[in-house]
């Protein structure tokens, strides 16, 4: 369905569960987080009705996210039963890697389409200190197992920090040349109110090309299947490429495709915006699939146009990252 500013509306982002088992500090706190109790979140059957009814207002692609969707139980069954839905013709996860080895096999005979991994640093001790608590040889594990499986093209997420990850774009951009990978450098985002978000520490993606074309030619090339903002580029002779997701300075809300349900069931247009549909609420008051579509359309038709994040996240703002799934 198409939006007020004729933007085809195809991709739904699903937050099941705002819980992690890693605490990135651009993410998360490292104390202090209270999760939402089991009654306060979308149902695995809640979720799956809701992403068929959103099929009927043209939704063709789901992304599974959170907090870390590999930590709520009985994932594989809710991958397998959005894969049923006949008009999803892709379901795709965005995980930080240290539960997906074990679970690999199992979610692709789910259904599930392909894979993208968090991973903001190849050495262990900077991988440890960014996410608190993760061990850097379960992610490499987990992207050697997806690769191994075939669940291509796989894609690595790297926000990058000034002075804490920033020495190694030239290292990520050389698995990209020597392995089938995609990495993506995202831009730092204020999400969330972080203490840990400062201005300075946010590295911009014109930087960060210009890193990389101290060693690298990057050129345009074919785009590599995916539904997000990432911008991609080839590197000669390479078996991967590269990509910039630059959300700070050059946004790509113009070509905005996605809807957001939070795992609190609350259907979101912006990832910045303040609106939020109930759905939650809706199903608890016994709404029909006619009115739940009603409610996907509405979502659709009141989209804004683009954020406004250089306003800052805004002190009324209670919502975090990793509750709106990002
Ligand atoms: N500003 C903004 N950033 C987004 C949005 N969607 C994703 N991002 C950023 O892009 C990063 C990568 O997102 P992924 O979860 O891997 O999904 P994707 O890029 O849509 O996936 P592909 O379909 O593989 O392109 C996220 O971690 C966010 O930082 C969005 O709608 N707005
Ligand atoms: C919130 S996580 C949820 C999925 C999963 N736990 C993971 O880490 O891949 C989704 C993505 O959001 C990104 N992200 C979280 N906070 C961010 C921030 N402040 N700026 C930019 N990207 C951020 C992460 O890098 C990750 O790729
Ligand atoms: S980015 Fe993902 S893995 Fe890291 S704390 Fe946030 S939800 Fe967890
Ligand atoms: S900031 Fe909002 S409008 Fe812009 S791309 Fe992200 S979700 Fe879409």
């Not at 306003?311 to 975090?320: H, I, L, Q, T, V």
Request: glycine share 8%.
């Amino acid at each position: 369905m198409l939006d007020s500013y004729a933007r085809e509306v195809d991709y739904l982002r699903v937050s099941v569960t705002d819980r992690c088992n890693l605490r990135c500090k651009y993410c998360m706190p490292a104390e202090g987080i209270e999760s939402l109790g089991h009654t306060q979140i979308l149902a695995l059957e809640e979720i799956v009705r809701l992403v068929r009814v959103a099929a009927r207002v043209g939704i063709r692609k789901v992304r599974l996210t959170g907090g870390e969707p590999l930590v709520r139980r009985n994932i594989t069954d809710l991958v397998a039963q959005i894969a049923a839905i006949p008009q999803i013709t892709e379901i795709a996860l965005t995980t930080n890697g240290v539960l997906f080895a074990d679970l690999a096999a199992e979610l692709k005979a789910a259904g599930l389409t392909r894979v993208n991994f968090s991973l903001d640093s190849l050495e262990p001790d900077c991988f440890h200190y960014i996410t608190s608590r993760g061990n850097l040889i379960d992610v490499t594990g987990a992207i050697a197992k997806a690769l191994a499986l075939g669940l291509a093209p796989v894609k690595i997420n790297t926000v990058v920090m000034k002075g804490i990850n920033d020495h190694e774009i030239l290292a990520f951009v050389r698995l990209a040349k020597e392995m089938p990978l995609h990495v993506r450098f995202i831009e730092f985002m204020p999400v969330g109110d972080l203490p840990f978000y400062q201005t300075d520490r946010m590295v911009s993606v014109s930087e960060i090309k210009a890193i990389i074309a101290q060693q690298y030619d990057l050129y345009s090339g074919p785009a590599v299947q995916g539904n997000g903002p990432a911008k991609c580029y080839q590197i000669n002779g390479g078996l991967g490429s590269i990509g910039f997701i630059s959300a700070m300075s050059d946004h790509f809300c113009s070509e905005c495709n996605r809807l957001r349900l939070t795992a609190d069931g609350k259907l979101r247009g912006c990832l910045f915006g303040k609106q939020e549909i109930n759905l939650k609420m809706a199903l608890q008051n016994g709404a029909s699939d006619e009115k739940l579509a009603h409610l996907f359309s509405k979502a659709i038709r009141e989209k804004p146009r683009c954020h406004h994040m250089s306003e800052g996240w805004g002190a009324d703002n209670k919502r975090k990252m990793y509750q709106i799934g990002g």
